[in-house]
């Protein structure tokens, strides 16, 4: 009760709407370093979270399998050996049938994953790298289609989420997802819009992707 009496007394006699309007206009003045520090800040915020707080583990069974499958691809193989004794072995997510075990997930986020092991970077980097990438490739949609008013506090709304970062900073498909999805509606737009026949194929390769 008393925080909602605050809110509402700050409501009534704070010029609210001035500062939001005095904002919106600084970052509809200053839009490339407003993108740019929104992107840095959710690259930063999900690599300290991924490292400190979820200590670079896979802390879901779809998360392990997800490395699992990133490592074995990375090596060039798309199964493993099964352990002799693999009834003791069982893990979810994992199949083990004649001698191979393999992970039951599509390989497009897998295969992405692989390329921390190919470049050797650890894994755990490249889901805050495609959420700074998300952010900018949302933005970019959202500035030519919609101005630079819906632009600013979208991508404000979104990249200061909680729930956008803590995806970040896990190994979960969500961020990749996304991109792949703003990318995939970007082009059909574009296709609309310019009426070359790359802005498809692009289209087809993004939902493809997702």
Not at 40 to 49: M, S
Not at 80 to 85: C, D, G, Q, W
Not at 161 to 168: D, H, K, R
Request: net charge neutral.
């Amino acid at each position: 009760n008393l925080f909602f009496f605050m809110a509402w007394i700050f409501f009534l006699y704070a010029p609210i709407s001035e500062v939001i309007n005095r904002f919106a206009r600084s970052m509809e003045k200053n839009m490339v370093m407003y993108v740019t520090a929104i992107s840095v800040l959710c690259l930063v915020g999900a690599v300290l979270i991924a490292h400190f707080t979820l200590k670079e583990f896979p802390n879901s069974a779809d998360e392990y399998v997800y490395l699992y499958q990133a490592e074995t691809l990375s090596q060039g193989k798309l199964a493993e050996n099964a352990h002799p004794l693999e009834q003791f072995f069982h893990f979810n997510h994992i199949a083990q049938k004649d001698g191979l075990n393999v992970g039951r997930f599509p390989p497009g986020w897998p295969l992405l994953l692989t390329v921390p092991y190919v470049l050797n970077f650890p894994a755990y980097w490249l889901n805050p790298l495609l959420t700074a990438l998300a952010l900018v490739v949302f933005f970019s949609f959202a500035k030519r289609y919609y101005g630079n008013h819906v632009a600013v506090w979208s991508l404000a709304s979104l990249g200061l989420t909680g729930f956008y970062i803590f995806n970040g900073a896990s190994y979960f498909s969500h961020t990749s997802c996304l991109l792949f999805t703003v990318a995939f509606v970007y082009c059909i737009h574009l296709t609309t819009e310019k009426r070359h026949a790359v802005y498809p194929v692009l289209a087809g390769v993004f939902l493809g992707l997702i």
